[in-house]
């Protein structure tokens, strides 16, 4: 199923580039060693089935131990297979390529042991080729259109040639013929990929490839997962149990070929394509533009006029649109002058405002505030002054995010800069890391730090360091920031036993987080607790 970790490992810029330009992306450690080594398993119980009965139903040939064999229709032969259809390190870039009208159109994996030792060593043409077959002959553009690609998992180690490595030409996949070298030596530009158990290669359908000989004593082997438009046929029968299919969420059955009926397929409606409905609720794929909405805040911070009249019926009666580029900017002031008109009289008012709860000039605010803030709220009762973020999706959902500081807020805007990084993940990094830290980690490259932010990958912290560093020193914290000291981690050992005492673990990271601030990370474990404490109780 979806969930938070697929929106950390969204395609990037970088990786969209690499793609587009090369026609392949290699992601390493996609999959565990100990999910490695159950597919693995499956794999071979598979393959020596077949090699016990000495036949190959695809090729329809004897199978012996010195060939290769291509079994293709496997989703539906174990569960394992179909959850790797949707894994979290994989899957969004499989969108990020193709969109959200995508299903599973064929599924391979492929053994290729090593080669007998009297022809090891011997040289022998590979099988250049580009997938789908007739459609490279039939379809009339130039270059043809990509319509689908594959994600190949390797399950055996091709980190060294000749262990039967998968070859590409990198950016091929732009090439309607490839003149192959008539004495069978490789193509100029052909490269070996080497990679680790577990790794993923994902490759455009065009991009022009081949296997090669196995002239090692490791058995080769990868799981190939084909994805393309739900309008393209499948090219392997796809026999899924009902029982299984009925068992996997909705997204999983659209991508085992679910639809309402056949014009499902060319004119989808939302349930036809609950990845669409997923997306459009959880991932900010189209938000970039997002952060240049921010100039209205003042407008909303200071109450220096009324944005919209809601009835008591909660229906917007007026709006003010005397957006001026003094205060908004120029770019920002024109958005905002084809945003505004949009939202119409007489429409139910946008999320963002809440006409039940306590008023501004007879407006209502609801706001989005991350467990940081609140635990920095004062006593109910007390004046508070947040400073917002305006936030608006393709779909005109509003959202206003609030902060108790200025330095935060400056932090959840940058983040956003940062391709990967929506609302939801900013808003944890604002929570786990103070603006100081989340400025030292950054210049420092302290990635260790960046990943104590729930949901945050590797890669993701990688990004933010890499975007962010050049100009991280241009954010001016009111804040005091040093930037010689060290970003260790908070005291595991003392948050933990601050949560067997009752404290939450937010709670606790943060009050031991204070504390080793004002103490130092040398202090000892239970000064440390006892000063954390005392922030808990205050």
């Known amino acids: 199923m979806l969930d938070e970790r697929h929106l950390q490992h969204q395609m990037t810029d970088e ?7 090369n026609g392949y992306l290699t992601v390493e450690d996609a999959l565990p060693p100990d999910l490695v080594e159950r597919l693995e398993t499956k794999v071979d119980n598979i393959y020596q089935n077949h090699l016990g009965a000495g036949y190959d139903p695809y090729s329809k040939s004897q199978l012996t131990e010195h060939n290769n064999f291509f079994y293709p229709n496997f989703l539906g032969t174990d569960q394992i297979f179909v959850n790797i259809l949707d894994w979290y390190k994989t899957f969004p870039k499989v969108w990020g390529i ?3 009208n995508i299903y599973s159109y064929h599924s391979h994996f492929i053994i290729t042991p090593p080669r007998p030792d009297e022809v090891r060593g011997k040289s022998t043409p590979l099988g250049w080729h580009q997938d789908s077959g007739r459609v490279n002959s039939e379809l009339e553009s130039s270059p043809r259109p990509r319509l689908s690609i594959k994600v190949v998992y390797w399950l055996s180690d091709c980190s060294e040639i000749g262990r039967g490595n998968f070859y590409v030409i990198p950016g091929s996949h732009l090439w309607d013929k490839l003149e192959k070298p008539k004495d069978g030596s490789l193509p100029d530009k052909a490269t070996p990929i080497c990679c680790k158990p577990g790794d993923a290669v994902f490759f455009d359908r065009r991009l022009w490839h081949a296997r090669s000989e196995n002239d090692s004593d490791i058995t080769r082997k990868g799981l190939f997962y084909g994805y393309g438009y739900r309008w393209l ?3 392997d029968n796809m026999t899924i149990p009902a029982e299984m299919f009925e068992r996997n969420d909705p997204i999983r059955q659209q991508l085992l070929g679910g639809s309402t009926n056949a014009n499902g397929h060319f004119s989808p409606k939302d349930a036809d394509v609950p990845l669409k409905v997923w997306l459009e609720e959880k991932a900010d794929t189209e938000f970039e533009v997002s952060n240049q909405y921010s ?4 407008s909303f911070n200071a109450s220096k006029r009324t944005t919209f009249i809601i009835d008591k019926a909660g229906y917007i009666r007026a709006i ?8 908004h900017g120029e770019d920002v002031a024109v958005l905002l002058k084809e945003v505004l008109p ?9 999320d963002f405002i809440a006409t039940d709860g306590t008023d501004v000039n007879g407006i209502g605010y609801a ?15 007390d004046t508070v002054i947040l400073y917002t973020y305006y936030h608006q999706n393709r779909e005109n959902k509003i959202t206003l995010y609030g902060f108790t500081s200025k330095d935060a807020l400056k932090v959840f805007e940058l983040a956003l800069t940062v391709s990967g990084v929506g609302p939801a993940l900013a808003q944890n990094i604002v929570t786990r890391l103070s603006p100081s830290q989340f400025q030292r980690a950054v210049h420092s490259g302290d990635a260790t730090t960046l990943m104590r932010v729930p949901r945050l990958s590797e890669d993701i912290a990688q990004v933010i360091i890499t975007k962010l560093k050049k100009n991280i020193m241009k954010l001016k914290l009111e804040g005091d920031v040093d930037l010689g000291k060290p970003t260790g981690a908070p005291d595991a050992e003392a948050i933990k036993i601050l949560i067997n005492l009752g404290a939450s673990e937010l709670e606790a990271e943060q009050a031991v987080d204070k504390a ?5 990370e040398s202090a000892q474990q239970e000064n440390l607790i006892a000063q954390a404490l005392r922030y808990i109780r205050n």
């Open 516 to 520: 080793q601030q004002v103490l130092g």
């Open 342 to 350: 949009k939202i119409e009289v007489g429409q139910p008012a946008p």
């Open 233 to 235: 046929r499948s090219k």
């Open 295 to 298: 100039g209205i805040i003042e």
């Open 98 to 100: 193709l969109g959200w």
């Open 367 to 381: 706001i989005d505030v991350p467990p940081r803030t609140v635990t920095d709220l004062p006593p109910i009762g």
């Open 15 to 21: 990786q969209l580039r690499e793609m587009n330009e």
């Open 320 to 327: 003010d649109t005397d957006v001026n580029v003094k205060t």
